[in-house]
């Protein structure tokens, strides 16, 4: 699973997404919108992927560039992340589970607290 811009191709990086939301459905048909600037042409486009292809979407940048995408969460404009959430981020990260992991931040930044 990778984003590629659609008029030059250029593979679409952590850095280039500009805006995540969660759409959370009943029966776990949740999706996941996702704005992004190509960092080659700036062409500005926009997905909405199923829950699978964004976890497979995150696997392949974090796999890639564990540090990349630490870097990214600290400065990236979805919401309100705090650097203790960051540091607790980081913990989940290594400790092997990430598909749990994202999951869990995932719903963090639903603002949901209880499953
Ligand atoms: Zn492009």
Known sequence: MSLRCRRCQATIG???LTYIAYHAHTMGANRVEVHFECPRCGYRGERMLSQQAWDELMLNYL???E???DE???TQQMGP???EEVRAMRRMLRSGNLL???HEWE???RGETTE
């Open 107 to 109: 719903r963090s930044q």
């Open 67 to 69: 540090r990349t995408a």
């Open 72 to 74: 990214w969460l600290t």
């Open 100 to 102: 749990q992991s994202l």
């Open 14 to 16: 952590l850095d280039d």
């Open 81 to 83: 992340i705090t650097a």
């Open 63 to 65: 796999e890639n560039d």
